[in-house]
């Protein structure tokens, strides 16, 4: 495995290199064709999620399990989390009876900053807040650099909701890392012009954004946030910025057109592309389960 890696944690990807993200997207690859010889026998992963998910957690329950791994049937909603303890106490608690990898989503931006290096296990950030989703950002970058091999020159579209994405800023970080152009596209209150401090180009014309692009990555519209007068009403969303086989001609002819899930269709993306011939959507999700076990490996290496 490569040597471009030394670290326990992944919370992010802003402040890794080009050769630790590198890292783990050629450990990716390698399991594809040569899947590993139980690295992770004897370890005990535990999921700490106050957020809900299907795809981040069965893929990473996948995930550990191939690895040899034991999978802890722990629940945040009935721990004692729910009546107050804290998330360093849980995890102390829970390392003491032989967790070695937990696997983190919070709805709190930042929050395993200062609680990954006050435990010996490996912390693994599933998503905080609108800050990261490092391991989703991964998977999109292996399902990309199978069909490109090099990241150097291509443009990349990142269409919907980048306000609340910690999807969006994830793959931005990588992405500009590995020489690869960043356009953000949405309206005005979903995409205020300040991201352009983090690197994006910013765009609001989405026939304009989407013309040349090598991908697109569409993003959920979060409806439980639209109540805050982000956007006039969802059809008015879909007819200005829904990702329709018309527009979808405007991208490069071979460009793959790609979606975290899950999907709203008829909304941000029509199902004639989401389930066209550009879809890399199913191989993003079986992708995710290779980019998570590249991770849970290169982290334990460092651990011991």
Same mark, same amino acid.
């Given at each position: ?11 992010? @990807? ?5 050769a630790n993200i590198e890292a783990i997207l050629d450990a990716a690859a390698s399991f594809k064709n040569s899947p590993p010889k139980s690295p992770l026998a004897g370890r005990v992963? $535990?999921?700490?999620? #106050? ?6 957690? #069965? #893929? ?15 629940? $945040? ?10 998330? @360093? ?14 696997? +983190?989503?919070? &709805?709190?931006?930042?929050?395993? &900053? ?16 609108? /800050?990261? /989703? ?7 970058? @292996?399902?990309?650099?199978? %069909? ?5 020159? %291509?443009? +990349? ?6 306000? /609340? ?8 970080? $990588? ?30 014309? +989405? ?10 990555? +569409? ?15 969802? $059809?008015?969303?879909? @007819? ?39 879809s890399a959507i199913l191989d993003q999700v079986a992708n995710g389960v290779l980019a998570r076990m590249a991770v849970l490996a290169l982290c334990e290496r460092a651990r011991v």
């Amino acid at each position: 495995m490569t040597k471009d890696w030394g670290l326990k944690d992944l919370l992010g @990807l802003e402040r890794l290199s080009a050769a630790n993200i590198e890292a783990i997207l050629d450990a990716a690859a390698s399991f594809k064709n040569s899947p590993p010889k139980s690295p992770l026998a004897g370890r005990v992963v $535990a999921f700490l999620f #106050s957020e809900p998910s299907t795809r981040t957690r #069965s #893929s990473f329950e996948a995930a550990a399990r191939r690895l040899g791994a034991e999978v802890l049937g722990f629940s $945040a909603a009935g721990s004692s989390l729910a009546k107050g303890e804290t998330l @360093l106490d849980t995890m102390l608690n829970l390392e003491a009876i032989g967790v070695t990898h937990f696997i +983190v989503r919070h &709805e709190r931006s930042g929050v395993l &900053e200062d609680l990954a290096p006050r435990v010996k296990a490996c912390v693994i950030n599933a998503g905080d807040g609108a /800050h990261e /989703h490092p391991t989703q950002a991964l998977l999109d970058l @292996l399902t990309l650099r199978e %069909r490109w091999g090099s990241f150097k020159g %291509r443009k +990349v579209l990142i269409l919907g909701d980048i306000r /609340h994405s910690r999807v969006a800023r994830s793959n931005l970080f $990588a992405l500009k890392k590995l020489g690869a152009k960043v356009v953000f596209c949405g309206p005005t209150p979903l995409v205020p012009d300040d991201f352009a401090a983090l690197g994006a180009a910013i765009e609001h014309d +989405v026939d304009k954004a989407l013309k040349g692009a090598d991908a697109v990555n +569409v993003l959920r519209l979060q409806l439980e946030r639209m109540e805050q007068g982000f956007v006039p009403s969802l $059809a008015d969303y879909a @007819l200005a910025y829904q990702l329709t086989p018309a527009r979808a001609a405007l991208m490069k002819p071979d460009a793959p057109v790609l979606h975290p899930g899950p999907m709203n269709r008829g909304v941000e993306i029509s199902s004639e592309v989401a389930d066209g011939p550009r879809s890399a959507i199913l191989d993003q999700v079986a992708n995710g389960v290779l980019a998570r076990m590249a991770v849970l490996a290169l982290c334990e290496r460092a651990r011991v």
